[in-house]
């Protein structure tokens, strides 16, 4: 009988196209790849080192698959099996830790399927240092959803003071271009319409002279390639030839993901962010000029050492004044190993959560505001699969999510969709036009 196997990923958009990746090797590999929950006899699970919950999670997701499935075998993969390793050795149930170096080795260190079974300590591969040169992938994922996540750099050479990425994921490096087009070839062929570029620095991105424009030029060469999107982005790497691309281009999305972290320049200049915040918006105003339909979200940190009330004002009044469409906003944590621990002035947790909550409400209302825009127009929506009471959603190309009526499928359609209304989580449309031809998207 085939052995089962479930993936659990914690984390970024990155770990998400990893997760993929190890996916794929293991159902050729012979394993019956099942969602996650499900009875199963390996769990892997892909894990995140950016908050001090990473430990918790992965306690909890373990905890969970071995209630229903106690005989499983757990293998603990990622940023976080790269810098806890003394940590997850004390998580009851897991059998096997796989630092960052060795991941895509993984399916290699473990057990005949046959031969899976619990042991008393885990097993660990782990070394300190990550190999610096360019790479290519050695599986194609399938990813389970129409928008594909295409993976073109890792690695970070930027130490913030709060950040632990270097140290889990090594000196920045690029994938080799033929590598990234032969991926997007098979994909597209597979029937996704949008590919969206992941990476930790993917402004960085580096072949000889192809950079990130250069990729995404001959990305754009694809037959049947819809939109090209880019994740998250340093702001320092946003030039303004990517800015004319995107402005120019009719597969790049107007869509820019950029970290700001704080609008208080002494607390920038504590988290060793290469930037100030006259540099930070100008650049997004400047961006703004030229794609005017640009779809704009970012992440705030609040809570580091020396956030004072007025350092958060200056943040708070930066997200106001400044047309974003949606922001992330993140705890401060302390990550050991990271300088930012031995800053003074800790902030208490209750501030923290309290500044948490004000700017997620104001977050709730810029997607509010952004969505009220677009009351009246005609845009083009990428559909996801599945519905929820009648509703089908999915995203237009600056990533505002749009929901209408249909008790059709409309999963991987482009429609043409008029807004007819808004909330703070999507804006309602109602379908004006046949939808293009469907592509078949394989599911996991």
Not at 48 to 62: G, H, L, Q
Not at 100 to 123: G, M, T, V, Y
Request: glycine share 6%; hydrophobic share 40%.
């Amino acid at each position: 009988m085939m052995k089962r196997a479930s993936l659990h990923t914690l984390g970024c958009r990155l770990n998400q196209a990893e997760t993929t990746v190890l996916a794929a090797r293991l159902q050729r590999d012979g394993y019956r790849v099942v969602e996650f929950g499900e009875p199963t006899d390996l769990l892997v699970v892909n894990t995140c080192s950016v908050t001090e919950e990473a430990e918790r999670t992965c306690r909890y997701v373990i905890r969970k698959t071995l209630k229903h499935s106690p005989d499983a075998f757990v293998a603990v993969t990622g940023c976080y099996a790269q810098t806890g390793v003394q940590e997850l050795r004390t998580i009851p149930g897991i059998d096997l830790i796989v630092g960052n170096q060795f991941k895509w080795d993984l399916s290699s260190f473990l057990p005949a399927p046959h031969a899976l079974r619990k042991e008393p300590d885990p097993q660990v591969l782990h070394t300190r240092t990550i190999d610096r040169e360019d790479f290519t992938l050695p599986e194609y994922g399938t990813p389970d959803s129409t928008r594909a996540l295409l993976k073109i750099q890792d690695g970070c050479n930027v130490m913030c003071s709060f950040c632990l990425i270097p140290f889990a994921r090594g000196h920045e490096r690029s994938r080799l271009r033929d590598d990234v087009i032969r991926e997007a070839e098979i994909l597209v062929a597979g029937g996704y319409r949008e590919l969206v570029l992941t990476g930790v620095n993917i402004g960085r991105y580096c072949q000889g002279d192809l950079d990130l424009v250069g990729l995404i030029a001959q990305l754009e060469t694809i037959e049947g390639l819809d939109r090209i999107r880019i994740s998250s982005i340093e702001p320092t790497t946003i030039t303004d030839t990517l800015i004319d691309r995107m402005a120019s281009s009719s597969k790049l999305c107007p869509y820019l993901h950029i970290p700001l972290q704080s609008g208080d320049d002494r607390i920038l200049s504590s988290m060793n962010r290469p930037y100030n915040v006259t540099e930070f918006t100008q650049l997004i105003r400047r961006a703004l000029l030229a794609v005017p339909h640009l779809g704009l979200g970012t992440d705030i940190m609040v809570g580091f050492p020396g956030e004072t009330e007025a350092a958060f004002e200056q943040t708070l009044n930066i997200l106001q004044a400044h047309p974003f469409s949606y922001f992330h906003v993140f705890i401060y944590s302390q990550r050991p190993g990271t300088a930012a621990t031995k800053l003074p002035d800790q902030v208490p947790i209750a501030v923290a959560r309290d500044r948490a909550k004000r700017l997620a409400e104001l977050s709730r209302l810029k997607r509010l505001a952004f969505a009220e825009r677009y009351i009246g127009s005609t845009v083009s929506v990428l559909f996801e699969s599945g519905d929820m009471d009648g509703f089908r959603s999915g995203v237009t190309a600056n990533f505002m999510k749009v929901s209408v009526s249909s008790n059709i499928d409309l999963t991987n359609h482009l429609k043409e969709v008029r807004i007819i209304g808004a909330s703070d989580r999507w804006a309602l449309g109602r379908l004006t036009t046949e939808s293009q031809p469907m592509r078949t998207v394989p599911m996991l």
